[in-house]
């Protein structure tokens, strides 16, 4: 994994898709990421609704230098190509630089899932970070209820490798958290490890 590389590309990073532009997170969209990040039906999958004030200090980082240290997270904002709004929001994190493994993290405004975008967007981000990057292992990680979160796992190619037992709590109830990973030979041969 080139960790330099991925510092070096994620300070102006464009990835252009057919629907879709993948930027790095700028000023301009902390109210919009506010307004998700407090967004019920987006949070009911992710944790609970935080106090406003913690949620805008969160963002504010958002759009820190990313240096690339193991455990920072890099804020990724999906735009669709014909407006430049904010339609969700991707996060990577490197979990071992030295292992070669990044997390990522995802969610999207509720009025434009089920159209593609965030498995589109999620191709894309996947190709730099296995391509370009040189990153060994992608994993993700999702609550158990959220099927439509672990079938765009699914369909990235990615594989159940773990659950994690009660482990958040989703609405007052306690749910599993699925563990999700994806290893470059894999993705260069889907038959690969199976």
């Not at 820190?64 to 990724?76: Q, V």
């Amino acid at each position: 994994m080139n960790r330099e590389r991925m510092v070096t590309e994620a300070v102006g990073l464009q990835l252009h898709t057919t629907r879709l532009v993948l930027r790095r997170f700028e000023a301009s969209d902390t109210e919009e990421a506010v307004a998700q990040q407090r967004d019920p039906r987006i949070r009911r999958w992710v944790r609970a609704i935080e106090p406003l004030e913690v949620v805008r200090a969160k963002v504010a980082r958002f759009g820190d230098p990313w240096h690339g240290e193991d455990g920072e997270w890099l804020a990724i904002v999906v735009s669709r190509r014909e407006e430049p709004g904010m339609i969700g929001l991707f996060a990577v994190r490197i979990e071992s630089a030295a292992d070669g493994i990044v997390e990522i993290g995802y969610t999207m405004r509720v009025d434009v899932q089920r159209r593609g975008y965030a498995l589109e967007a999620a191709r894309h981000l996947l190709a730099w970070l296995l391509d370009e990057v040189g990153v060994r292992k992608v994993v993700a990680r999702c609550a158990s209820p959220n099927v439509a979160s672990y079938r765009l796992l699914e369909k990235l190619g990615m594989r159940r490798e773990g659950v994690l037992r009660e482990h958040c709590v989703l609405d007052g109830t306690l749910c599993d958290e699925l563990l999700y990973g994806l290893l470059a030979r894999e993705r260069a041969d889907p038959q690969a490890g199976a």
